[in-house]
């Protein structure tokens, strides 16, 4: 048994060791960093001015990638929401953690950021924004002493509920006024998810409209806005909600700042996945197809104390949101598992290396057609059919060049690249057909289910607070009536 060491004098007598010793061992007694880990669903890189959109969506990110790494060719292991976070969480593809589709449940079996990150003295604090994220759902609160899934508000178009960042925001501020040293925070946004509609008080930000009009028909149902016609209506949309969580994830870093917390913290944003804005015949939805739009997703890491002036403020390798579990470990001071698919991204973060050639993978493989993506540095494969099975059945496979086709509108299918990156796709789904999982994966709900979703959400909200994971302070209670979302 790990001996545990008391806080106190225990700690005191430490930092006295490690004054003590020689420069080239103190970097052992470096104190584990805060992992904040910050995310927001279905953001879209590309509509970042930090990755180089014409419009300011995102100041708050902008101003703390200053002070971090960029990764420029990020990708999401699955375009959809909680088999994403699963493997944010685990460090593994999801033919391997099991959670494939939602209403699917993390099983217990795997072993989660949260668990090993509270195990090893760390208080651990989730705060989410979506149904699909409620802990008796999607079996994400594995490891958390606080999880904060209060749904209060149904979405505009369709039985599904939410929580604005706000509210979102100010429950998790509230949390870390009262966490220790050695907090780790994870916090979903919902916003910009569809439909795309922020607070009426703080929208519009962008105007302009514009581009073609669109068909009511093609537009989900769930998608549609009161007044847009054309693309550019949802585009303006979708990024003044992208503007108004970068404003919230703005809150929590400067919370950091006065709290001491920001400069000893590993501080990471990123995104489940992306969004189709029209791309590839795809309005206003994810997890269809493997396209940029809705794999490639923004990471910006702010390593503990900054990033040093020598390291490159962007990198253009692969990674992948499996690294996030790897890389949290690494800064706790914790051990990183053995077999895991991520990989820590310190060597980076510190200028000490990293692997430009990397191919990451993604895959949607709960329905046919199966797809499977292979991403490396210099573009995409993405192959779809039968594709690692061994039927025979017809598998078509096609390269896209980032430097020159950006939008994926040419496909390639010759050339070194293109080869290279097809093998490494046929063995990922190879791998991912062949490995069985040895536990059982179970089904919570049918996401279509509307009537199950609207019903289990009232009692879920009637029932949250009466445990410690969900408890609210008075003084939660308070910010959240001033903000609309708790009604007496």
């Given amino acids: 048994m790990t001996p545990r060491i008391r806080r106190g004098a225990s700690r005191s007598f430490l930092r006295l060791v490690c004054a003590a ?143 604005k960042a706000e509210a979102t925001v100010a429950a998790a501020l509230a949390w870390l006024e009262s966490a220790g040293e050695r907090p780790f925070l994870f916090l979903h946004l919902i916003d910009p998810h569809g439909p795309y509609s922020a607070p009426a008080g703080f929208a519009p930000r962008f105007s302009g409209g514009g581009g073609r009009v669109l068909p009511r028909k093609r537009v989900p149902h769930f998608q549609r806005l009161p007044g847009a016609r054309t693309l550019g209506d949802y585009v303006d949309a979708y990024d003044t909600e992208i503007a108004y969580a970068d404003r919230e994830l703005g809150r929590i870093i400067e919370h950091l700042r006065k709290r001491g917390l920001y400069e000893s913290a590993l501080i990471i944003v990123t995104a489940d996945h992306g969004e189709s804005l029209g791309e590839h015949g795809v309005l206003f939805k994810h997890g269809l197809q493997l396209h940029d739009a809705t794999t490639r997703v923004p990471l910006v890491v702010k390593p503990p104390g900054r990033r040093a002036s020598r390291v490159a403020a962007v990198w253009d390798g692969a990674v992948s949101l499996t690294d996030v579990f790897s890389t949290a470990l690494d800064y706790s001071g914790l051990e990183i598992p053995a077999g895991l698919d991520g990989r820590s991204l310190r060597p980076i973060l510190e200028g000490r290396g990293g692997e430009k050639r990397r191919v990451v993978f993604s895959e949607k493989v709960n329905e046919p057609p199966h797809r499977f993506g292979a991403h490396d540095s210099s573009g995409s494969v993405l192959a779809k059919g039968a594709c690692g099975q061994q039927s025979g059945g017809r598998c078509a496979m096609a390269y896209y060049e980032t430097a020159t086709d950006p939008g994926q509108t040419v496909a390639i299918r010759f050339g070194e690249e293109f080869v290279r990156l097809s093998k490494a796709a046929l063995d990922f789904a190879r791998a991912a057909y062949v490995h069985e999982l040895p536990f059982s994966v179970e089904r919570s709900y049918d996401a279509g289910d509307k009537r199950f979703v609207s019903e289990f959400v009232r009692e879920h909200n009637s029932e949250a607070g009466a445990g410690p994971a969900n408890a609210y302070t008075a003084a939660e209670l308070d910010a959240l009536r001033s903000l609309g979302y708790v009604e007496d």
């Fill in 21 to 163: 010793l020689p420069a080239l061992l103190a970097a052992a007694c470096a104190r584990p960093a805060p992992v904040i880990l910050l995310t927001v669903d279905a953001l879209r890189a590309d509509h970042l001015s930090t990755y180089g959109y014409e419009r300011k969506t995102d100041p708050a990110l902008s101003a703390l990638a200053a002070d971090s790494v960029v990764f420029t060719r990020a990708f999401t292991p699955r375009p959809k929401t909680t088999p994403a976070y699963a493997s944010m969480l685990t460090g593994l593809y999801p033919y391997r953690h099991g959670l494939r589709t939602l209403g699917e449940m993390l099983a217990p079996e795997n072993r989660t950021l949260a668990e090993a990150l509270l195990d090893g003295g760390y208080e651990t604090g989730g705060f989410v924004s979506s149904t699909v994220m409620i802990g008796r759902l999607s079996g994400l609160d594995q490891g958390f002493a606080a999880w904060d899934d209060l749904m209060p508000s149904r979405e505009d178009n369709r039985e599904n509920y939410e929580r």
